[in-house]
């Protein structure tokens, strides 16, 4: 599992690759911090690389989101493969997240 | 015909028709009262006149003879100074034919040879020629006539005549005229008191017939005089006239009564009788009108005693009665025209009265159509009628607030109805009804029943499989109708919340029986079982709380042993108890109320346990073991034996078959992990293994994965509290049909299934972030079952497989 963190266009951009399980979640949720941190910049996840996640990895998307709503920021996903998606739509999270291409 | 009812129907006609039959019926008895009166009177006049009338010519008679008798005496008294000479003797017949007019002749009959010149008989006499009107000389004595044998021997004139006048029998005078005649002779005595001679005086009594008729009180009376020697002297026919014997007449042709008569007169006595026609005063051929004198005749008789005749003459009744009759008569004209007059004074006066009831009437038949405000006829009369009508007035007011109200009443009824039909119609779709229920499975059958005594009931079966447990219950709450079906609704409602996290039926029922223990003002309790059947393993555990115990039927027929406890709603506080049994495959559990055991026929007998265990044990000799064969035979049992007696209680079944089949394992894998969630990747390459040898895609792969991960993780973060070592076993089995990963560990007892779903439609700010986990399993899973065995966790998730792998 890795966890990269860039600026692009003046949204915060988080790259993610390989397995978001249990196991990799509390070292995903450290790489994670500037996105809770950061102000003004729209967040975007970039999940064309990530191929499974697991309740654990839901909970962190989550807390971004939570941290990035009150401040106005907007939170989009974007290249996450069918199944993750069907995650997504399982548990109701795909109602709060925008989805990009 | 219509109208003739109509008529009958009528006051005015009925009331018509009753006042001219009492007035006519008095007024007929007073009439024929008074004509029987005026009847009597007339007839009581008739015969005071008819006597008078009779006792007048009896004396006319009577002082006419007498006159003869007188003249004959007189000259008899003063004979001696003519009689001695056979030439001076014809001054004294001259003399006594002179001065009486009634004498037609008169003889001087002498001794024989008492003349000598004139032979043996001399009989000088003188008669006046109704011809000429002359008197003429005669001399009748001798053989040539008749005079000397009138009575066989001529000495009859002497010895009859020897004291004083006799009167002879009538006879026919011998000249033409035939008329009757009567002689008086009286003898003329010398001094020595030997008898010389005697005077004869002829009397013509045609007289007679002359004052009678004159007498005779009607113009119709016939009248007749009979002489001592029987003979008619006076006859309305004047054939009969000295020829006809009367009593000989009236015994050939009269009846018994005038023969009686006859016999009467003859005796001379005086009266009178009524009978049909006597012979001696009715002949058929008189020359009176015969219509007359037909019917009764009242004949009056009396006798002239001087010389022995019975005069009588006879009235018909009729005649005296044409009076009264013709009275009779006009009353009845009269009282007909009276009786017309009143019919038709009372029908058109009662008419007129009820004229107004009449209008009342059509306003009733408008008021009957539901017409309420149709205006009432007004009545100017302050009598019944208004008074009526007043009343009537009252009532159409009353009857259409009346109505109004019960419009009011029955709408709300029907609404209460159709409330009453949904709130069957809830009551009905709370209970599975879709039969069989889990057509996917093939573990199980279930098949239940409901019939409610009323639109909705108190009896209640539920039943739904969670995490491979199928969770049952039947229960009968106490009484019927809409409070039990209330109770019975939120019962359902505390099996479902209950037992959607609570896997142990003792459990259910204790939160069950503090829920509706709680505050049970209605004092309602419900009797009930639950029961919770592991699908994988067969275990059953039942808690009763005082229902009826349930039939096993498997290669026998018997009673589930089980405790009864008390029933929910009595007390709160009670801890309930549960059995447990193991089912074995093909067992039918078989849950009932009693209103299948005490279903009543019409003589109240109950159908009783042994006949619901006779009907499970004849399906079982049939070898036609089924939920549905047994509820249908038990259905139609019941429905025999209580024939058309009403239903007086609920009637509930639930049969539940255990159907698992053993299947062959066909791919078996283990794995044991640490306590430590760092293992998952390990996990991972397990399940990713399993699936491979599976044939699993790489979608349904993941979402293995994702389900396994979030079991387990689940398992090693809440049965291992923190810091506690420990290890966690996972096996994944499949057979043909589906895939099984059973995790078990040895932590405390912790339920994964008891949480609480997730709500997936909560907005960011409301979504907790955690509770995602079972949630996942659940739905990627097709089930998910826990058991707590020998003191371990065991967790099972089922996945079924959709294509046979290769």
Known sequence: MKTTIYEKDGSMVAVFEGRLDTAAAPQCEQDMKPLIDCAGRDIVLDCSALDYISSSGLRLFLGVLKSAKPKGVHVFITGMNADLRNVFAMTGLINLFEFKE | ?806
């Open chain 2, 1 to 806: 015909m219509g109208i003739r009812n109509r008529m009958n129907d009528s006051v005015a006609f009925r009331t018509t028709i009753f006042v001219v039959f009492v007035v006519g019926l008095i007024l007929s008895v007073f009439g024929l009262w008074q004509v029987h009166q005026v009847r009597k009177v007339m007839v009581d006049e008739v015969h005071r006149q008819a006597n008078r009338s009779m006792d007048g010519t009896i004396k006319v008679i009577d002082d006419r003879i007498s006159d003869v008798e007188t003249a004959v005496h007189t000259a008899a008294a003063y004979a001696d100074l003519f009689a001695f000479d056979d030439k001076d003797c014809y001054h004294l017949l001259e003399r006594l034919i002179t001065h009486n007019e009634d004498i037609a002749a008169v003889t001087l009959l002498y001794r024989e040879n008492y003349f000598p010149s004139h032979g043996r008989y001399y009989a000088p006499t003188v008669y006046d020629d109704p011809a000429t009107k002359v008197l003429q000389h005669d001399e009748i004595g001798g053989p040539e006539h008749d005079f000397c044998y009138l009575e066989t021997d001529s000495n009859w004139i002497y010895t009859n005549v020897k004291e004083s006048g006799y009167w002879c029998l009538p006879y026919l005078d011998s000249m033409s005229t035939k008329r009757p005649m009567v002689t008086y002779s009286v003898p003329l005595k010398e001094a020595d008191g030997s008898i010389y001679a005697v005077l004869c005086a002829d009397v013509d009594l045609m007289w007679v017939k002359t004052i009678i008729d004159e007498a005779k009180p009607y113009p119709y009376s016939r009248v007749s005089v009979i002489s001592r020697d029987e003979q008619f002297i006076c006859h309305p026919d004047s054939s009969c006239i000295l020829s006809v014997n009367a009593l000989q007449l009236a015994r050939e042709k009269g009846n018994r009564k005038s023969v009686e008569l006859m016999q009467r007169m003859l005796r001379w006595e005086k009266g009178s009788d009524t009978m049909l026609a006597p012979p001696h005063v009715l002949t058929d051929n008189d020359d009176m009108p015969k219509d007359e004198v037909t019917g009764n005749q009242i004949v009056y008789f009396a006798p002239v005693e001087r010389v022995m005749w019975s005069v009588s003459f006879s009235i018909p009744e009729r005649e005296i009665l044409k009076t009264p009759d013709q009275l009779q008569r006009s009353m009845i004209y009269f009282l007909v025209l009276m009786l017309v007059l009143v019919a038709l004074l009372l029908f058109f006066v009662i008419h007129l009265h009820l004229r107004p009831l009449k209008l009342l009437a059509d306003s009733t038949r408008e008021i009957a159509k539901g017409n309420f405000y149709v205006p009432l006829p007004v009545i100017t009369t302050r009598d019944e009628v208004r008074h009526l009508r007043d009343s009537f007035e009252e009532m159409q007011v009353s009857l259409s607030r009346y109505v109004h109200e019960l419009k009011t009443t029955t709408a709300m009824k029907a609404s209460m109805e159709s409330e009453l039909k949904v709130a069957s119609d809830i009551q009905m779709s709370m209970l599975p009804k879709t039969f069989p229920p889990y057509p996917e499975r093939d573990d199980i059958e279930i098949i239940g029943q409901l019939t409610p005594a009323k639109a909705v009931g108190g009896d209640i079966y539920d039943f739904h499989i969670r995490d491979e447990k199928l969770f049952f219950c039947i229960g009968d709450v106490s009484g019927k109708g809409i409070p039990a079906a209330l109770v019975m609704a939120v019962t359902r409602s505390l099996f479902r919340t209950i037992s959607a996290r609570e896997a142990a039926p003792e459990r259910v029922m204790t939160q069950m029986n503090e829920a509706l223990a709680d505050q049970n003002e209605s004092n309602m309790f419900v009797t009930m079982l639950v029961g919770v059947l592991d699908l994988p393993t067969g275990r059953m555990r039942i808690c009763n709380a005082g229902h009826n115990v349930p039939l096993i039927v498997s290669e026998e027929v018997s009673s589930m042993t089980i405790d009864s406890n008390i029933p929910l709603g009595v007390m709160s506080d009670w801890r309930f108890t549960s059995q447990e049994t193991f089912v074995s495959p093909q067992t039918i559990i078989f849950l009932y109320t009693d209103g299948l055991t005490e279903a009543e026929d019409l003589e109240h007998g109950q159908f009783g346990e042994q006949r619901m265990k006779e009907v499970a044990l004849r399906m079982l000799t049939e070898n036609d073991k089924t939920p549905n064969s047994l509820l249908e035979g038990m259905d139609n049992a019941v429905k025999a034996f209580v024939g058309d007696a009403e239903q007086s209680d609920d009637l509930t079944m639930l049969a539940i078959q255990y159907t698992k089949e053993h299947r062959d394992v066909r791919l078996r894998r283990e794995l044991t992990l640490p306590n430590d969630v760092q293992t998952v990747p390990q996990l991972a390459q397990f399940v990713d293994e399993v699936c491979e040898s599976l044939g699993f895609d790489m979608s349904l792969t993941m979402q293995m994965n994702l389900a396994l991960e979030e079991a387990v993780v689940n398992v090693m973060t809440y049965a291992y509290p923190k810091g506690l070592a420990g290890d966690v076993n996972i096996v994944a089995e499949a057979n043909d049909v589906r895939l099984k990963f059973t995790i078990i560990d040895s932590g405390l007892p912790f339920d994964p299934t008891a949480k609480e779903e997730i709500d997936t439609t909560l907005s960011v700010e409301e979504r907790p972030i955690g509770g995602l986990g079972i949630f996942l399993v659940r739905e990627l899973m097709d089930s998910i079952n826990y058991e707590r065995i020998d003191g371990k966790n065991v967790l099972t998730l089922r996945k079924k497989l959709t294509a046979i792998p290769q």
